[in-house]
């Protein structure tokens, strides 16, 4: 039993099939990555995981609990976090605010009528919230406003953020899409020494070959809104039917 | 002090030092004179600075910090004042019970309102206050008469029953409102030379009401709830992906504000015991809205100098007229003074909208952050010419 199951998922919009069957265990403590071409049904899939969409058919469990119905925050708070292909943060707030909120929703939950005390003086959130950026290298942009922040760095406080809830399952949507290739090395070594260091589950969607491989220890190819295979890395570079649902029949 | 941190503490204190000096600040021209006419100082007017300024902190809650902008708020200050209304009817003269009574309902109505309209965000969710605004008003106009009385508005009688007070004062009249006996309209007029100074029991309710009105707002500020709202209207998406509920932090927000309102048209009734359906029409909604923009939405102090700004232009602008234009412009030829009243005719008196669109247009152009940005690029400049003062002093040694 993996930490995530996903059993005979199908989800229809209109006149397209955009996933039919799909079948996903994702196992504790691993890096699981979903690869597949343009209009494979991959992010349809993610926002399935995550209640934005509710599938058709099938059922995805978390940890035992079925996710489907609830509503995103209530999943998060299950344990599930997610980042963004363009990374959602609160541009409006500072780097400390920013990671401050998580850290509420983490000990106050869903939501938490507190409108007299001062945020400032919770000791507690903005030790948690400080030590996170210090871990993320960011400590002294902490006064900052997030939107005037490089793309990396907004990235880098996503993941942060997220990481700071503590999740089981970590869901990363093409998460060095549009990045400078120095960025996105970045951005592996980071998820690398997250994985490594934490008792955390990631699962990720990617396009950028290079980053797949130098991260995941499993992969599950998805092509026409249907898995083709689940393998470990070695054995899907060499697969064909993988080339071929990336490179088209002729290859 | 108060548990807030020194610059909110200093804020405090320059809004409690406005208020309770409001009779001398707003008084600085000698009776008699020409520039009288521009005193604001005079019971009436106070109270709607101070009154208006409540409405515009508690709208500030709901737009400034989640930026769901609300076209409806007045009908909770309509709610407010029927409220208060009735309860010096039934109850008594006294002002308290009145207030807490306009605050729940208002709450309540709120709660309601917000309810449904928070289902929908941005323009969707104006348009549903709106509706639901106009709705009200429509009701109060017709349909409830027995309750808000239509279009004569809601008025004290002799014969209301009046509880646990008086129906009639022993020579036959309405009672007036008081705070245990210390009544509303009470003045003290203090002569010091050619100036005439008034400190009205009335106003000093409200001012003080302000003060507490506006601690709370800094605290809901400077709140995990208030950083939470600023979330909401930073990044909606996060937030729910954060594992955080945005739908009961609005509604909160939502319901909060409309307290604000209802705790202003209580004091509205308070000190001129009648209300009417015309307190709710959609463009008593868009005056918070100019007034909480005009002064800087989503700062502390903007909507309260936005309210004054806007009532003071209202009051005082309203009441030139051509006689006084000319009265200023004597000094000039004869045709060129008829000249220049002709051009300065349409922004005067029933023209002051006319001078406050422009004003606005111009704020929202260049001072997108109200007369608070305002006030800080002054600030700034000051600071900025100081610090090239200091630097300058300190290089000419060494040359």
Not at chain 1, 79 to 93: A, H, K, N, Y
Not at chain 2, 215 to 237: C, D
Not at chain 2, 277 to 296: P, Y
Request: hydrophobic share 45%.
């Amino acid at each position: 039993m993996g930490i995530l199951e996903v059993k005979n998922v199908g989800k229809r919009f209109g006149g397209l099939q955009a996933l039919s069957d799909v079948n996903l265990s994702v196992k504790e403590n691993s890096v699981h990555a979903i690869i597949g071409p343009n209009g494979a049904g991959k992010s349809t899939l993610l926002n399935c995981l995550v209640g934005k969409l509710i599938p058709d058919s099938g059922s995805v469990m978390f940890d035992g609990q079925s996710v489907l119905g609830r509503a995103p925050y209530e999943i998060n708070q299950m344990g599930i976090s997610r980042v963004f292909q363009t990374p959602e943060i609160f541009g409006d707030l500072t780097v400390l605010e920013n990671m401050m909120i998580p850290c509420l929703a983490k000990r106050d939950g869903a939501f938490e009528l507190n409108a007299i005390g001062s945020v400032m003086s919770q000791r507690d959130i903005l030790d948690k919230a400080e030590a996170m950026l210090e871990e993320m290298n960011m400590l002294e942009k902490r006064h900052m406003h997030a939107a005037a922040m490089s793309r990396g760095d907004k990235r880098r406080l996503e993941i942060g953020m997220c990481l700071s809830q503590e999740p089981r399952l970590l869901l990363l949507d093409e998460p060095t899409a549009g990045m400078a290739r120095a960025d996105t090395n970045n951005t592996i070594d980071l998820l690398k020494q997250i994985s490594d260091e934490r008792d955390i589950t990631i699962a990720i969607i990617e396009h950028d070959m290079h980053v797949v491989f130098s991260l995941a220890n499993r992969i599950t190819v998805l092509a026409q809104g249907t898995p083709l295979v689940e393998d470990d890395p070695q054995n899907i570079r060499g697969n064909p039917k993988v080339r071929e649902a990336y490179l088209g029949e002729s290859a | 002090m108060f548990g807030l941190e020194k610059r909110d503490t200093t804020l405090l204190l320059i809004v409690a030092i406005l208020t309770l000096f409001a009779p001398f600040i707003l008084n600085p021209f000698p009776t008699g004179s020409g520039l009288a006419q521009f005193n604001a100082g005079y019971p009436d007017l106070m109270q709607r600075f101070v009154i208006f300024g409540i409405f515009a902190i508690g709208f500030n809650i709901l737009f400034g910090l989640t930026g769901y902008l609300s076209f409806g708020h007045a009908a909770f200050l309509g709610v407010g004042s029927y409220s208060a209304v009735w309860m010096f009817k039934l109850l008594s003269m006294n002002v308290l019970p009145a207030i807490l009574l306009s605050v729940i309902i208002s709450g309540l109505f709120a709660l309601v309102i917000g309810y449904i309209s928070l289902r929908r965000s941005g323009i969707y969710f104006s348009i549903l206050t709106l509706a639901f605004a106009q709705m009200s008003f429509s009701l109060a106009y017709s349909v409830l008469t027995p309750i808000t009385n239509g279009e004569t508005g809601l008025q004290l009688t002799l014969d209301d029953p009046r509880i646990l007070g008086a129906s009639a004062t022993a020579d036959g009249s309405i009672p007036v409102t008081n705070l245990f006996g210390l009544e509303m309209r009470s003045t003290y007029q203090m002569a010091v030379g050619a100036w005439d100074f008034q400190f009205n029991i009335g106003y000093y309710l409200c001012a003080l009401i302000l003060l507490a009105a506006f601690y709370l707002s800094i605290r809901i500020f400077r709140s995990p709830f208030g950083m939470m709202l600023r979330a909401v209207k930073s990044n909606q998406q996060r937030m729910n992906y954060t594992g955080l509920n945005s739908k009961p932090y609005t509604l909160a927000a939502f319901v909060i504000s409309g307290m604000y309102a209802g705790l202003a048209g209580g004091l509205m009734a308070s000190m001129d015991p009648l209300a009417g359906a015309e307190r709710m029409q959609w463009t008593a909604s868009g005056e918070v809205v100019l007034m909480t923009i005009l002064g800087g939405a989503g700062t502390l102090i903007g909507p309260v100098l936005g309210a004054g700004f806007i009532k003071y232009f209202e009051n005082i602008f309203s009441k030139i007229n051509d006689n006084v234009l000319h009265g200023w412009f004597s000094f000039l030829p004869d045709g060129l003074e008829d000249f220049v009243v002709f051009i300065v005719h349409p922004f005067i008196g029933k023209g002051w909208h006319l001078t406050l669109g422009i004003l606005f247009m111009l704020v929202v152009i260049y001072l997108p952050g109200g007369l608070v940005e305002g006030g800080q690029r002054i600030h700034g400049w000051i600071r900025g010419n100081k610090r090239g003062d200091a630097s300058q002093s300190k290089t000419n040694p060494a040359e």
